[in-house]
């Protein structure tokens, strides 16, 4: 990664105490940030964030013109019915 680079961290548990002078207080769990790629390696080093590679959120509403239709069956392997395996 190149210094200048912005990699987007989801914060997975509440990070404490500071880093270049940035209080590390104001990450939330649960949240996505854009951050310098320094910053973003040391909290996912010390097990305060993942790397998130998707950029939105995708909702599970299903839209009309989705190919995951309400009414289709669930995968089921041939021959089980879905509750035999």
Known sequence: MQKNDVVNVRIS??????????SLRLYHPGRCYD??????????????GIFEMR??????????NDRRKAHDPPFTPEGLSPFEF
């Open 55 to 64: 950029r939105q959120v995708r909702s599970k509403r299903i839209r009309a």
């Open 13 to 22: 548990r509440q990070p404490s105490g500071t880093v270049d002078g940035i």
């Open 35 to 48: 951050l310098p790629a320094s910053l973003a390696q040391y909290l996912v080093a010390e097990g305060f």
